[in-house]
């Protein structure tokens, strides 16, 4: 199966200095339509019936979590994109940052807009510092053409530490504080950020909020399998010929990702998820990729 770019769809194709390039390519259309045309409760179930799931592990339905922060009680609430990409061997993050910080930007003020936030955080890992210009440059120009006038984003920057990948040791870090773990309840969207209402995603599924806006629920619904749905990016390293970043609809098998795309000849074992994840052996190597399988294979 070739890939499907929906996430990577303006990675190498736009200037990611230039905003211009990024209005050439639909850019900040989804937003536009999200504001004109679609309350937010509307978007929020344009979410839900997407089947969009959380791309940070846990798989969480976004829409889900886009609700409970809807109908929480706070007087601010926020935003957060949740950048601290410190997992052993993944870069896709990077990657998309690097090529397209527009959609990104893009993501977060429909996001913001759905649940009632005015203000949002790229927690950026510290190691990622040669973004902040990009990123900062990114912000600046959507605010100067207007794309932020009733949505705000800084970033802050990580300090190296690992747990802070996790999101309540991510928000206590943002708060000033050592990155520790919270207790939990409370979760995020009833209590997160400074005790508000919070909301938080990474790069990789915010990557595919405009879209869904754009073409709607129904047409991102029909990607991948009956509980995956859409595409996944793959960072891929190791003992192949093409290491990089590809993005696969789910439900694709793994042989096409490590052997028909990164030309891996001789394989024992894949190693899935990082550190963390699975030890996939050769003779699984047709195991699906989805939430589904994955989690339960190796």
């Known amino acids: 199966m070739p890939e499907k770019w929906i996430v ?14 990024y209005l050439d390519r639909d850019g900040f259309k989804a937003l536009k339509k999200a504001l004109a045309e679609m309350p937010p409760e509307q978007i929020i179930e344009e979410i839900k019936v ?28 926020y935003v957060i994109c949740n950048a601290d990409e410190g997992e052993v061997g993944t870069f896709k993050d990077r990657y998309i940052l690097e090529r397209d910080p527009f959609t990104l930007i893009e993501a ?10 005015k ?18 440059n990114a912000i600046s120009q959507a605010r100067e053409r207007g794309f932020l006038e009733h949505f705000d984003i800084d970033i802050r920057e990580g300090a190296g530490s690992y747990i802070c990948g996790e999101e309540s040791a991510l928000m206590e870090s943002i708060e000033g504080k050592r990155g520790e773990v919270r207790y939990r309840p409370p ?5 997160g950020l400074w005790g508000k209402p919070t909301i938080i995603n990474n790069v990789e599924t915010l990557m595919n909020i405009p879209q869904v806006i754009l073409n ?7 990607i991948g399998t009956e509980r995956s749905k859409g595409t996944k990016v793959f960072s891929v390293s190791g003992d192949v010929k093409k290491p990089g970043v590809y993005e696969l ?14 030309l891996a000849e001789k394989v024992k074992i894949i190693q899935v998820g990082g550190a963390t994840g699975r030890i996939i052996p050769y003779d699984m190597i047709d195991t699906p990729l989805s939430f589904e399988t994955i989690l339960g294979a190796g």
Not at 57 to 72: D, H, I, N, T, V
Not at 120 to 134: P, S
Not at 187 to 191: A, G, K, L, T
Request: charged share 25%; hydrophobic share 40%.
């Open 50 to 77: 997407s089947g969009l799931r959380g791309r940070g592990g846990a798989g969480f339905p976004c829409g889900l979590k886009w609700e409970l922060a809807r109908k929480a009680q706070g007087d601010e609430k």
């Open 119 to 136: 203000r949002g955080y790229i927690y950026l890992r510290a190691e990622y510092h040669h973004l902040l210009d990009l990123l900062r």
């Open 249 to 262: 609809v789910l439900g694709s098998q793994l042989r096409e990702l490590v052997m028909d795309l990164a």
């Open 108 to 117: 977060m003020a429909i996001a913001g807009y759905a649940i009632g936030a």
């Open 8 to 21: 990577l769809r303006n990675c190498g194709v736009i200037d990611p200095k230039r905003i211009t390039t």
């Open 216 to 222: 709607g629920a129904h047409w991102f619904n029909q």
């Open 187 to 191: 979760f995020p969207p009833s209590r």
